[in-house]
């Protein structure tokens, strides 16, 4: 009987933790949707804000280039890695971690990198073999465009002053819930459109040229991180509605498994008890 007290309580665990999971799954369902919407909407804007900006800077004369945009020797890299604050969201964080390694010991090798964490994991994993020199974990609890602009600013502030020759970020970019591509991209210097790249169009510029790409960049750049958080925040909770999915249906396995188990090892101690009443009966009549 106590090998069937002990299935009972693995029962009884598993059922336990497939109410979480599925719970946790519906709170990710109903959160994905409005982080879906939210950077779906921004998507239009921040692209063709980017294309505009890069065809503005592609047609002006190299004296006259933005400080947003000087190719200097790289010997500092900051990483800005985007990750989730929470786990149970499969290889979301991990993936973003594998990539931030690989700009360290492959891409950057022999340059100085350092790291700036948006997200716990980020700041957790990285901190044990990186130089961690900033963590932003409280983005997520009040994500805002103005919030984000903050860090944008540092960012721009931190490459202007030369600390950084350049900047990087690292984020999941949303395709759909069950699909996240991890992101590498330029922040600093901005890198203008080249050639027959460029668009053909004929603006009338009011006030200068110049004066309008100087006024642009810090938007753009800032436009492009809240969009990398935005995109990394409604990966994560595809991540984890995916993860707790495949979590339920595994629990709900292993427990129709450990049921069929229970209901053998019930019959055939059912069975045991009966022959061992026979035999003391047949006992007793001889």
Partial sequence: MANLKEIRNRIASVSSTMQITSAMKMVSAAKLKKAQDAITAMRPYADKLTELLQNLSASLDLDSGSKFSDNREIKKVLVVAITSNRGLCGAFNTNI?????????????????????????????????????????????????????????????????????????????????????????????????????????????????????????????????????????????GARMTAMHKATDNATELRDQLKLTYNKARQAAITNEILEIVGGAEALNN
Avoid: W
């Avoid at 984000?148 to 540092?154: G, K, N, Q, T």
């Avoid at 999941?172 to 996240?180: E, G, I, R, S, V």
């Fill in 97 to 237: 971690i594998k990539q931030c390694s690989v700009l360290a010991n492959e891409t950057y090798s022999g340059k100085q990198v350092e790291f700036m964490a948006i997200g716990k994991k980020a700041n957790d994993i990285l901190g044990k073999k990186f130089k961690v020199v900033a963590n932003h974990s409280t983005i997520y609890d009040d994500l805002n465009f103005d919030n984000v602009a903050l860090i944008a600013s540092d960012l721009m502030d931190r490459f202007i002053t030369g600390s950084y020759d350049r900047i990087d970020i690292v984020y999941n970019k949303f395709k759909n819930a069950a699909t996240q591509i991890v992101m590498s991209e330029q922040f600093l210097p901005i890198v203008p459109i080249k050639g027959s790249e460029a668009s053909s169009a004929d603006y009338i510029f009011e006030p200068t040229k110049v004066e309008i790409v100087e006024q642009l960049i810090p938007k753009s750049l800032k436009t492009q991180l809240y969009k990398g958080i935005r995109d990394s925040f409604a990966s994560e909770h």
